[in-house]
């Protein structure tokens, strides 16, 4: 199972947007209080359209009562990683594992990430930026395990025009 963990998520329209991506492949999404936002947002609703109600996820009080409750493979993004994200092996489709991003402004805290030194990513950037958007990132490490993982249980054509939308006769 792929998890995407938010600690401590500041932004309605990136949490709306990740909430999206999550339903659209159908991984599971944790948030790790306090939150910037209210889930009630407007602006959460507005970014998740109308598939909030097919996200799976689940808030917690703080990082120690998420970890006490979901064993797996722990995964940190962050610009200060050394590994770049394609390094590791997601394909084990029985493995959960988790995703992490830190919030906004600041991120995953240090004391945090140097007690998983060995399994904080990073995803290249040149040198005009710190960091890219924290829904683009998960939707890149999304599609980057679901790609190990041979997509499975998605689908590789629209189900709402069909299969042959694109070569089918106008009627």
Known sequence: MINIVMYEPEIPANTGNIMRSVAGVGAKLHLIKPLGFSLEDKY???CGANYIDKCDYVVYENYEEFKSKNKGTYYFLTRYGNKCYTDFDYSDTNENIYFIFGKESTGIPLEILRENFDTCLRIPTNDNIRALNVSNSV?????????????P???NYDVFKGKDYIISEKK
């Open 44 to 46: 959460v609703k507005r």
């Open 139 to 151: 939707a890149i490490m999304l599609f980057e395990a679901l790609r190990q993982q041979n997509f």
């Open 153 to 155: 249980n998605l689908l």
